[in-house]
């Protein structure tokens, strides 16, 4: 009897009248009065009190929001035991065995995204190694030209294949039977990014997991519970009637009850814990750029006539895709440097899009023409709309750094725009005047050389032998010229009409 049971006023229970302050009995066997078991859990912070003015008593009339921050679960004053399993304090222990059970998730998490992060920079530098040996072996093995576009059931880069899928799909290796690329350039290919393409999934695994956290996997639970109560009939005796009186309203659809069980559920409806979900999208946007660029090189390297070419279409889309669900997230979660990047990466991609489809030319046919031009503007307008943002939201941390980055893809856009709407053509010369520009260059040159034309028909000179020993930039339109070990690039061609003139 002498035992302690009111902390508040340090009154032992042969004080205490239970009548007006029960005596509550813990899982330990220790027990304390009602009242210091409400300050201890924090009931004010989780109810909304009402208070009786004659008596003074304190009853809990309604729920409030649960606390945003994390909150640790209280033990026993006594034996220091966690307070479980009392009925009148279920909401405030349930939602602090969430908080504990959402940092070992958190905590777990982080350990895999740096494990990860870890090998990814392994690999980027195991791939920077290999990258012009795999460059010299692609060039060595012929290519097939594949000027048509692969058949639409056959490109499974970057689409979904069910609705609900989280992500698209990537068959980063297997690209012979998709695009006509030759075996021996798959198993060149294959060599190079395998390891990236195993850190692909590596993050999509962490972001799976980040998706289904602890407080997603609760958030269900209690829609789907709350669902069948509301939709489950109940038959009216005095009637002899069936009615649903849990339902919002009478025509209630089935979306409508879901949203009224998600606001009555009192849980956030997105529940990712922690960064690790973001920082998961990020790193997957990050290794399809680093295997882009790969492909990237290649297509530089074969021209648009390659498979290759429809090959880093799709791959591109899948890149954007990647990049969109990282937006969507980081602004969802307010996660402003994601953000940043995300835009960043954005129109990184945009612009090699652009890009591409300069490399050829407009359709003859005049619908074809005008779809081409629609997509461009399209794409055009994403641009812009990325550099606003970062030149409004950007975090203050990064702004430089983004902002840099996006003035030197802009200055890359403007010429791609150009190209692609096939705005940078020559003003075609008089027979005369190419005569003599024959000449002035042959004299320059000393009688050597060969003519040529890159991927938009702009005209160039290889000197000496004639034959491509390094690749350059067109200066008209930004094309990849020349070629290496005397190989030109399969897109560039030559210039029969100034080579008769020899």
């Known amino acids: 009897m002498g035992t302690i049971v009111d902390f508040i006023m340090q009154q032992p229970l042969s004080e205490v009248d239970v009548n007006e302050d029960p005596i509550l009995v813990m899982t330990c066997g220790h027990a304390l009065t009602m009242t210091t078991l409400d300050g201890m859990m924090e009931m004010s912070q989780y109810y909304e009190e009402q208070t009786d003015k004659t008596t003074g008593d304190v009853r809990y009339v309604a729920k409030k929001d649960l606390p945003g921050e994390e909150i640790p679960q209280v033990p026993c004053p006594l034996c220091r035991a966690p307070i479980v399993e009392l009925l009148r304090y279920g909401r405030r222990i349930k939602f602090g065995q969430l908080s504990m059970r959402l940092k070992k998730h958190q905590l777990l998490q982080d350990k895999r995204m740096r494990d990860a992060r870890r090998t990814l920079e392994v690999d980027q530098a195991r791939i920077a190694q290999m990258r012009n040996e795999f460059l010299h072996a692609i060039g060595m093995i012929p290519d097939e030209p594949c000027p048509e576009p692969p058949k639409a059931e056959l490109r499974r880069l970057g689409t979904f294949a069910r609705k609900d899928d989280r992500f698209p799909q990537t068959p980063l290796m297997a690209i012979t039977k998709t695009y006509g690329i030759p075996q021996k350039h798959e198993e060149e290919w294959t060599?190079?990014?395998?390891?990236?393409?195993?850190?692909?999934?590596?993050f999509k695994e962490i972001n799976t997991e980040a998706f289904r956290s602890p407080s997603k996997r609760l958030f269900d639970a209690?829609?789907?519970h709350l669902f069948r109560v509301k939709t489950t009939p109940t038959f009216d005796v005095s009637s002899n009637t069936v009615t649903h009186p849990s339902m919002p309203r009478k025509d209630a659809t089935a979306s409508d009850v879901?949203?009224?069980c998600i606001l009555e559920c009192g849980l956030p409806r997105n529940g990712?814990?922690?960064?690790?979900y973001v920082d998961s999208l990020h790193e997957c946007a990050n290794v399809l750029v680093l295997i882009l660029a790969q492909a990237w090189a290649v297509v530089n390297k074969m021209g648009a006539t390659s498979g290759w070419y429809w090959f880093v279409e799709d791959l591109l889309q899948c890149t954007l895709v990647h990049a969109d669900k990282l937006r969507d997230a980081a602004i969802?979660?307010?996660?402003e440097r994601q953000n940043a990047y995300s835009r960043?990466?954005?129109m990184d991609v945009i612009c090699k899009m652009t890009q591409l489809m300069g490399r050829k030319f407009l359709p003859a046919e005049e619908n074809e023409k005008k779809e081409k031009l629609k997509k461009v503007d399209e794409l055009t307008e994403q641009f812009l709309a990325d550099l606003k943002v970062l030149w409004e939201d950007c975090p203050r941390g990064i702004k430089d750094e983004c902002i840099e980055r996006a003035t030197e893809m802009e200055e890359k856009m403007t010429v791609a725009i150009k190209v692609a709407r096939d705005e940078t053509r020559y003003i075609p010369l008089t027979q005369d005047e190419k005569v003599m520009l024959f000449r002035t260059v042959s004299d320059t040159l000393g009688g050597s050389g060969h003519w040529y034309r890159c991927p938009n028909g702009h005209t160039y000179v290889i000197g000496e032998c004639g034959r491509a020993m390094q690749a350059a930039v067109c200066p008209e339109c930004g094309a990849q010229v020349g070629g290496g070990d005397h190989r030109l690039f399969g897109d560039n061609t030559l210039d029969t009409e100034f080579e008769a003139m020899h």
């Open 332 to 335: 969802s979660g307010k996660y």
């Open 344 to 346: 960043v990466i954005r």
């Open 222 to 224: 209690a829609v789907s």
């Open 272 to 276: 990712h814990g922690g960064s690790a």
């Open 191 to 202: 060599k190079l990014i395998k390891s990236a393409t195993a850190r692909l999934q590596a």
């Open 258 to 260: 879901i949203e009224a």
